[in-house]
């Protein structure tokens, strides 16, 4: 396990929702009975404001998945530009079939001290811990999994005071937007009204 | 009513999720009992491949969730930049309390001759009319809405062959991503590995 990233920062949770509101691709993470995995997904959304909630879509196939069910917890965190070629890695390959996939892809997980069952991926420009709500009909029927939020971070250079600043923050901590096939896009300028 | 808007162009059903998978802001939109109505909502996503469903949060006190439960139906639709300021002030005012809020707020309504139940709006980047899959304790308990996506289109000068253009379409076409406060961002530049 690394260090604390420099510039990481706790985010309020009431702001934790604007993390993920405009749309990033994320790499969910778990860790259970030892084992910790993280995987892409495209298909992460807020859910609610208070308490701050959060919806991800995980496939049977994938053994994070397992990680959450037997852990009850779970970390969204939004790849950064740099990191397209390790987030479509590791949204590809599994660990089922792959045991060292994160070593294999340079993944460098931490934790913050307070929440050592969280393992967290270096590199990211937000990090958000969440306790799974159970749903088991969402869960079996459509994948889906409902969390709240727990405990959120995120990169002072690129999110502070509460909104994101893209603008002026370095390039390389823009957020990823998967589409298909290895194609994703940087968020892009600002339009405030 | 309008006319369809120039470039509408049917999406392959296996292909929609792409529409959503960048993650933007979109308004939802249905009509039930001769009523329409549109709202704007940063909390929808893709759950499924195939066949393609959706999931989008649809508060209590919007107009638009009625009809939705009235009619079974929803359309969501990905408006661009030259649309930030009616986005933001269609998720803002509800029917409830201005029953004329799509006229106030500059909103032309079209729709396809297959699906005239679905009225969609003029000026965006892509349409999905979606079918409700009633999921009772989810729209209680969390607000949350599941459907099928039964059409799909987008404007194909910013989606074709299956995949966005935004590199190549006019500016004007790139989707918005909200983030709080009346303030955007505009999808960004390519990143392909």
């Known amino acids: 396990m690394h260090a604390l990233p420099p510039h990481f ?9 604007r993390l993920l509101n405009h749309g990033p691709t994320v790499i969910v993470s778990a860790q259970h009975a030892g084992e910790r995995n993280a995987m892409s997904a495209a298909w992460a959304c807020a859910l609610d404001f208070a308490p701050p909630k ?82 088991p009909h969402n869960q079996q029927a459509y994948d889906l999994f409902i969390g709240e939020v727990v405990a959120a971070w995120a990169d002072d250079r690129v999110f502070r005071d509460g909104h994101w600043q893209f603008d ?16 994703f896009y940087a968020i892009g300028e600002s339009v405030v009204v």
Do not use: N
Request: aromatic share 6%; proline share 8%; charged share 15%.
């Open 9 to 17: 920062t706790a985010v309020p949770l009431d702001k934790s929702y």
């Open 54 to 135: 959060v919806t991800v879509v995980l496939d049977k196939a994938t053994r994070t998945r397992a990680l959450v069910e037997g852990s009850g917890f779970f970390a969204l965190q939004l790849p950064t530009v740099p990191m397209a070629a390790l987030t479509k890695a590791i949204g590809t390959a599994s660990a089922a079939t792959m045991p060292d996939k994160l070593e294999r892809h340079g993944v460098q997980l931490f934790t913050d001290p307070a929440w050592p069952a969280a393992p967290l991926v270096s590199g990211c420009a937000a990090w958000l811990v969440c306790q799974l709500i159970p749903e």
């Open 168 to 183: 002026t923050a370095p390039a390389e901590l823009r957020t990823l937007h998967y589409v298909a096939g290895g194609q």
